[in-house]
């Protein structure tokens, strides 16, 4: 057992037993100067008090511990003690009652010798009694000679042992408090949720080790720091804060507000769930929150998937041919060459060409040979939109941002994040737009409309059009330095009528392709019909040769598509007039020259007869859809046309609903 220094500063020489009016006299002043004395120095002034005012050689103040066991509090008059023991060991341990030996102590209970020291024959004890009927300590006095146990004695140590209670009581509550302050405290700091404590003014009073590490701040910076410093200028993660700002305002309880911050340390977004409530003195408020930005990202992951899952059901529903390219020119071979050794790059492409050569399933090509193919490949066709939301579409917008804007979007960067991205018609877009593509194709960044943070993009850039960018870049409609960016590697697809060898091998590819959609058998395409078509210019190109045979097998009677100028199938309704000699009479010549065989008759120009056959295509899809253009239900989808287009193809072969335009 450790031993226990005798007090320091008590040692009192012993002296004999003060008479009556002496000892009260002497208790009196010793109560006096407990009470002036510190706390540290109660229990050694007790017991030289006590040794000095009973005339004993040897005075211990001892504290009842767990098990019947005691500990010395403080010990006058002898050298060091035992520290701690046993109740067997002692006299005074077998009640609430004073103990007195006499004599022969020391052989009686030879334990004493090491707590009170050696000489020890004559003793009395009294109880410290608490609020409770068992003792909480001891006051003892001893000596080599007899120790007067009379009344006097016992009621001198009966004093000293209710102020030694009061003492003995107040350390253990002190001792009570601090350990559940302590525990407070680990669990303030150490919780795995975090606390801080606020001035009405938002500044830091105090927090856990939790609420720096999200927070990205240290102990020295913790008083002081303003709550709302780390919340980022953008107008939604500001509306948030002044909504939970109100609430505390009006004495509210604030809870479960998610608020968007930034990391003081690195500037790192994270997301907090925040609850906050009024403290009851009004002077600060207890806040606590969680650190929930990876549930916030995945819960934005989850919604930018949905939107590419939205987009992606789009792009299936419509009609693409892209399941192969088709044809073995040298100018598509060309292209396809370039494909190939640009795809694996990531090298930014300008696709150029004219209308329905075929641009968009070469960026489709690209995409599905690069690296990023498990990726989406999303699109944005530039002229298919007003100017006024061509930036919403690429960038998303915040809610609020506009009128009608009643809630964050996603934009076509954000949807094609990892992929790539394929805007068509780009020498249609607004000079405005072309800065704001300018930067992100710098920079790497961009900021949704309305909002003020920017966000890192990983995009690769398919650009593609029919207009001539130089032209547009002289007359300033197009920026040069938006240029140079798109044109790190142009593909030039080559019109169909620079590719006459591939007819043969596309008008099957659409023959097998519109036979099997629409449940008609067709086993071929006659030879006369082959030269025909392979001799038509196509204006329109590969999408204008794919419509001209859906239309032929609608109308064809066979199995076999015959588009020569004989075939009844085909034969354009209403007929163009023919062209007639002077002085001969239209009706004759127009019969003649239809008649076959006839010498010197006449074959309409391919382009009439086509443009004939397309006229009447449209005329029926109008009619069944009831001349209505877009929509589920329009003729624009049953023809496989985007609206604009097939308004523009009505204005130029004159087709028009009673008497006026559509």
Not at 35 to 53: D, I, W
Not at 191 to 204: K, M, N, T
Request: charged content about 25%; glycine content about 12%; some cysteine.
């Amino acid at each position: 057992m450790a031993p226990v220094e005798s007090a320091p500063g008590a040692a009192l020489a012993p002296a004999p037993a003060a008479g009556g009016g002496e000892a009260l006299a002497a208790v009196s002043g010793l109560l006096e100067a407990l009470g002036a004395g510190t706390p540290e120095a109660f229990f050694p002034a007790l017991v030289a008090g006590m040794a000095f005012v009973l005339g004993a050689a040897r005075a211990l103040a001892a504290e009842t511990v767990g098990g019947g066991r005691g500990r010395a509090l403080a010990l006058h008059g002898a050298g060091p003690g035992t520290a701690e023991w046993g109740g067997e060991e002692v006299p005074w341990s077998g009640g609430a009652r004073p103990c007195h030996l006499e004599r022969e102590a020391g052989r009686r209970f030879p334990a004493l010798a090491g707590i009170l020291g050696p000489g020890t024959e004559s003793l009395l004890a009294v109880p410290i009694l608490g609020r409770g009927t068992e003792p909480i300590g001891h006051l003892v006095v001893s000596d080599a000679h007899p120790v007067g146990a009379g009344d006097r004695e016992r009621g001198i140590l009966r004093i000293l042992a209710a102020h030694a209670a009061a003492e003995l009581e107040r350390r253990r509550l002190e001792r009570t408090l601090g350990e559940s302050e302590e525990r407070l405290r680990d669990l303030f700091d150490e919780a795995p949720i975090a606390y801080v404590h606020e001035g009405l003014d938002s500044r830091f009073l105090r927090a856990n080790r939790t609420a720096m590490r999200i927070l990205g701040i240290t102990p020295d910076e913790v008083p002081g720091t303003v709550g709302f410093s780390f919340v980022p200028d953008t107008p939604d993660a500001q509306r948030r804060l002044k909504e939970a700002f109100d609430s505390i305002g009006r004495g509210v309880d604030t809870g479960g507000v998610v608020l968007e911050l930034r990391r003081r340390n690195d500037g790192q977004p994270i997301f907090i769930e925040w609850w906050s409530r009024p403290d009851r003195s009004g002077t600060y408020t207890r806040t606590m929150f969680l650190d929930v930005t990876e549930r916030v990202r995945m819960e934005r992951e989850q919604e930018r998937l949905r939107a590419q899952n939205l987009y992606l059901r789009e792009e299936i529903q419509s009609v693409h041919n892209f399941e192969e390219i088709v044809g073995h020119s040298p100018g598509l071979l060309q292209v396809l060459d370039d494909v190939a050794r640009v795809a694996p790059t990531g090298a930014t492409v300008l696709v150029t060409g004219e209308t329905g050569t075929g641009k968009e399933l070469i960026a489709r090509a690209i995409h599905s040979r690069s690296p990023r193919r498990d990726k989406p490949l999303i699109k944005l066709n530039c002229a298919a939109l007003p100017t006024s939301l061509v930036e919403s579409e690429l960038f998303g917008h915040e809610k609020g941002a506009f009128s009608g804007a009643i809630a964050q979007r996603l934009g076509r960067f954000e949807l094609a994040q990892g992929g790539t991205l394929f805007l068509d018609e780009i020498g249609d877009v607004s000079l405005d737009v072309q800065v704001k593509l300018l930067r992100v194709l710098q920079e790497r960044e961009f900021e949704r409309v309305g909002g003020g943070t920017p966000i890192p993009v990983d995009v690769r850039i398919i650009a593609a059009t029919n207009r001539d960018l130089s032209q547009a870049m002289a007359e300033g409609k197009f920026r040069e330095d938006l240029f140079y960016r798109l044109n790190v590697f142009p593909i030039h697809l080559p019109p169909l009528r620079e590719r006459a060898s591939d007819v043969p091998l596309l008008a099957a590819y659409f023959l097998g392709k519109v036979g099997a959609r629409i449940g008609k058998r067709m086993t071929g395409i006659s030879a006369a019909a082959m030269v025909r078509m392979q001799a038509y210019p196509w204006p329109g190109n590969v999408r204008e040769l794919e419509n001209f045979v859906e239309r032929a097998v609608i109308l064809a009677t066979g199995e076999v598509l015959d588009a020569s100028p004989d075939a009844a199938a085909l034969r354009p309704s209403p007929a163009p007039p023919a062209r007639t000699a002077p002085g001969s009479a239209p009706d004759e010549v127009d019969r003649r020259a239809r008649e076959p065989g006839r010498p010197g008759a006449a074959a309409a120009p391919p382009d009439e007869r086509l443009a004939s056959v397309e006229r009447a295509h449209i005329l029926a899809a109008l009619e069944r859809a009831g001349w209505v253009i877009e929509g589920p239900a329009g003729a624009a989808l049953a023809l496989a046309l985007h609206p604009g287009t097939l308004r523009s193809r009505m204005k130029r072969l004159g087709i028009a609903r009673r008497g006026k335009p559509v």
